[in-house]
């Protein structure tokens, strides 16, 4: 069994900060891609931010220069920093990662999501 736990949701205001974090445990043997999406209401699930476990970090366009993705291998842990926070990054935003566990094999696992609101 494999979790992903979010956390650091909120409501900011527009130009403000958040970092979001997710924690993978369980029977995992190792993780290889981890990222983030987000999904506004009335719309489809979207690529916030990849980071693979050795290599270049994959950002959408709407978000670059903005957010910054991040990880500790460590602590089986991926990071979304969010700076200058425009009232359109409001979503759910959600953990994704793919896992080796010790079981069976690679699987993509997803978070239960954590609401950003930005709003004045």
């Known amino acids: 069994q494999v979790q992903l736990v979010e956390s650091g949701g909120g409501l900011v205001q527009p130009g403000g900060s958040l970092r979001l974090s997710c924690a993978a445990s369980g029977s995992i043997f190792s993780i290889n891609r981890m990222g983030w999406y987000r999904q506004a209401p009335g719309k489809q699930r979207e690529l916030v931010a990849t980071?693979?476990?050795?290599?270049?970090?994959n950002y959408a366009d709407s978000v670059k220069g903005r957010f910054t993705i991040s990880r500790d291998n460590a602590k089986n842990t991926v990071y979304l920093q969010m700076n200058s926070l425009k009232p359109e990054d409001t979503a759910v935003y959600y953990c994704n990662a793919l896992i080796r566990t010790v079981v069976t094999g690679y699987d993509d696992f997803w978070g239960q999501g954590t609401q950003v609101t930005v709003s004045s």
């Open positions: 980071i693979p476990s050795g290599g270049s970090t």
